[in-house]
T-cell receptor
Framework: DTGVSQNPRHKITKRGQNVTFRCDPI?????LYWYRQTLGQGPEFLTY????????KSRLLSDRFSAERPKGSFSTLEIQRTEQGDSAMYLC?????????????FGSGTRLTVV | AQRVTQPEKLLSVFKGAPVELKCNYS??????LFWYVQYSRQRLQLLLRHISRESIKGFTADLNKGETSFHLKKPFAQEEDSAMYYCALSGAAGNKLTFGGGTRVLVKP
């Protein structure tokens, strides 16, 4: 197991296009989290899953954003009709529910640039 | 609502000097507090958590509920400590982490 994997590492897209990111968590981790980080800021919570159930969504997650974890393993984050304000680093993290107070394991992130 | 404040954006210290990173939080219940670190070109990783009361890489952090603080300290900074440090809070085990804005530490030789 190589930890939390995110693809792609970088994505440049034109405004108005749709993009999709993928996260593969550590295999035994049943919780998966998405965060967004802009320059000079700490990570901001977007949403999280326990297995395939999406348990919480932030108000930051507008209608243009959707996340799925269909089989309780990998997750995808889609942004429709991208805007320049969507440019950020998108981070994925995972944890075991019973050991979540031991902290999360983060992926390397997907850097999105909307031009 | 959960909030974490790191008042210092940048801390610059000389090697061997003490370093203290401030973290204040706002939460009505009993929080779980963490420090995460991001070294250059590496992913965000857990440094330490308050429940374990451990020292990692010479760093310690004490939860002060009266002052709602969780400051990170190291008595003798090393050049390899140069990194971004984020304080984070969880309102309940397994739930979302709320991060502060981060403090960049630069340890000069």
């Amino acid at each position: 197991d190589t930890g939390v994997s995110q693809n792609p590492r970088h994505k440049i897209t034109k405004r108005g296009q749709n993009v999709t990111f993928r996260c593969d968590p550590i295999s035994e981790h049943n919780r998966l989290y998405w965060y967004r980080q802009t320059l000079g800021q700490g990570p901001e919570f977007l949403t999280y899953f326990q297995n395939e159930a999406q348990l919480e969504k932030s108000r930051l997650l507008s209608d243009r954003f959707s996340a799925e974890r269909p089989k309780g393993s990998f997750s995808t984050l889609e942004i429709q009709r991208t805007e320049q304000g969507d440019s950020a680093m998108y981070l994925c993290a995972s944890s075991e529910t019973d050991r979540a107070n031991y902290g999360y394991t983060f992926g390397s992130g997907t850097r999105l640039t909307v031009v | 609502a959960q909030r974490v404040t790191q008042p210092e954006k940048l801390l610059s210290v000389f090697k061997g000097a003490p370093v203290e990173l401030k973290c204040n939080y706002s939460y009505s219940g009993s929080p779980e507090l963490f420090w995460y670190v991001q070294y250059s070109r590496q992913r965000l990783q857990l440094l330490l958590r308050h429940i374990s009361r451990e020292s990692i890489k010479g760093f310690t952090a004490d939860l002060n509920k009266g002052e709602t603080s969780f400051h990170l300290k190291k008595p003798f900074a090393q050049e390899e400590d140069s990194a971004m440090y984020y304080c984070a809070l969880s309102g309940a085990a397994g739930n979302k982490l709320t991060f502060g804005g981060g403090t960049r530490v630069l340890v000069k030789p």
